[in-house]
């Protein structure tokens, strides 16, 4: 069996990475937020399946967890948790246990209740955010190949600039019109993020023919630190940031961008 989104009324959007380390649960987070903050309705879901984070990076603390949904022992409506942006708004968050193994390796069963509880509680939504584990694994790459889209999120390091074609080579082999949008995090300048997109983007036209979309570039920010020390998105706590103002345009582009 393999986990299909696909009839889902909200675009679904998953953000993953070639390694890990590279901000990527920030650049969902602060999506998330600033799609909320405009109004649309937005879930989360954290499927980094053994590290998940993104409940403690909004401040949250669950009582229950994905694991318990895919078990058959609570409903995905019980698990979601509301995380308050500034304005009035909210994200609804699925958070998933950290550090069990299990939920890498889903079977059959567990895999159609993902799929039957997000229909429910994406009914309504406008956007489902996935984000997911870092690295080629089998939970990855059904996350990948269930969402309509997929941002990949690399730093200007060689070292993740290559785990990033890694990633995108395995998804083009099985989805080779799969959309991809690229987002260079951390960047010490415009022109190091520049040019980290345009090597990235020029070895998947060279070797593997296919378009890559370049959705952002988000500069080395204090005000992204800040954010996650106190527990908060940097676009609700710091919008007008350079981090901040980085994410909120590549809402807006991603927005405008119907890839699906």
Same mark, same amino acid.
């Given at each position: 069996m393999t986990v299909t989104f696909s009839p889902f009324r909200a675009r679904v959007v998953a953000v993953t990475s070639g390694k890990g380390g590279v901000g990527k649960t920030n650049v969902v987070a602060g999506l998330a937020t600033a799609f909320a903050k405009v109004g649309q309705r937005v879930v989360v879901l954290d499927a980094n399946f053994g590290l998940a984070n993104l409940d403690v990076l909004l401040g949250l603390s669950p009582r229950h967890t994905l694991e318990q949904v895919l078990k058959g022992e609570k409903m995905m409506e019980e698990v979601v948790l509301e995380a308050p942006v500034a304005g009035g708004a909210s994200i609804r968050v699925i958070p998933t246990s950290s550090g069990v193994?299990?939920?890498?390796?889903?079977?059959?069963?567990?895999?159609?209740?993902?799929? *039957?509880?997000?229909?429910?509680?994406?009914? =309504? /939504? =406008?956007?489902?955010?996935? =984000? !997911? /584990?870092?690295?080629?694994? =089998?939970?990855?790459?059904?996350?990948? /190949?269930?969402s309509q889209e997929v941002i990949l999120v690399s730093t200007p390091e060689p070292t993740s600039l290559l785990d990033a074609y890694a990633m995108l080579k395995v998804l083009h082999l099985r989805e080779p019109d799969k959309v991809v949008h690229v987002v260079i995090n951390n960047a010490q300048s415009?022109?190091?993020? !520049?040019?980290?997109?345009? *090597?990235?983007?020029?070895?998947? *036209?060279?070797?593997?023919g296919k378009d890559l979309q370049v959705l952002g570039l988000v500069p080395s920010d204090r005000h992204l630190l800040q954010a996650v020390r106190q527990q908060r998105s940097v676009v609700d706590l710091y919008p007008d940031s350079p981090s901040g103002m980085a994410i909120r345009a590549m809402a807006e582009s991603l927005a405008e961008h119907v890839g699906v």
């Open positions: 193994h299990e939920l890498s390796h889903l079977d059959p069963a567990s895999e159609l209740r993902l799929t *039957q509880s997000l229909q429910r509680v994406c009914e =309504d /939504a =406008d956007w489902l955010f996935i =984000d !997911t /584990a870092a690295g080629i694994h =089998d939970a990855v790459l059904k996350m990948l /190949a269930a415009r022109e190091e993020a !520049t040019e980290a997109a345009e *090597q990235l983007r020029a070895a998947a *036209q060279h070797f593997l």
